[in-house]
């Protein structure tokens, strides 16, 4: 009598299949609020210098923050592209992967010369519509991004969680460039 190779795995059944708990999003979720939280109470306690850096080349400390704010709104476009590819939404090279990872690298790191430099000069304001939104949106985003970079290391996320996330990171970005750099340029022009 033959031996059923299939009888080991009838005796024995898989073990059940461990439930996710919401529980694990949870540190995430708090460390994007406290960065957020943290953000907004130092700016609005810090005593604001009025300038923080300067680039050469450049007319203002506002021209500097509304370029840099735009390169990195353009690698977020970029980051947006090749997501779709990285899912099979767009037809895409075989690096799209390593392009969606680099151009969210430099989008955030042209992006924090900008943040230090509203909250080290300007800090968290308040006086019209526009800059409170700015402030509160600028918060905002550097907690999302942390939240979003927490979650890349988890593993069997939902498959709607992380584009949820990185829509919201670059919903914030293009708020943030909407409410600063693009009002700059239309308030004093695209000029260096």
Request: with cysteine; glycine share 10%; hydrophobic share 50%.
């Amino acid at each position: 009598m033959t031996a059923d190779p299939n009888a080991a795995t009838q005796a024995f059944p898989p073990p059940p299949r461990r439930r996710d708990s919401p529980a694990r999003y949870l540190v995430p979720a708090l460390v994007a609020a406290a960065v957020a939280v943290g953000l907004g109470v130092y700016g609005k306690v810090h005593d604001p210098a009025g300038t923080a850096f300067n680039l050469a080349g450049f007319s203002s400390t506002g021209a500097v923050k509304s370029w840099l704010a735009t390169t990195a709104f353009f690698f977020a476009l970029v980051q947006v592209v090749s997501a779709f590819m990285v899912y099979g939404k767009l037809p895409g090279p075989t690096w799209s992967g390593t392009l969606h990872r680099w151009s969210g690298r430099i989008a955030f790191l042209v992006a924090v010369p900008v943040a230090v430099h509203c909250l080290y000069a300007f800090g968290y304001q308040t006086y019209s519509t526009r800059v409170m939104w700015h402030s509160l949106l600028g918060c905002l985003f550097f907690g999302a991004f942390s939240a979003k970079m927490l979650l890349l290391r988890s593993e069997r996320l939902p498959g709607w969680l992380l584009p949820l996330v990185g829509g919201l990171v670059f919903t914030g970005l293009t708020l943030l460039w909407l409410t600063s750099a693009l009002w700059f340029f239309r308030t004093f022009g695209v000029s260096t």
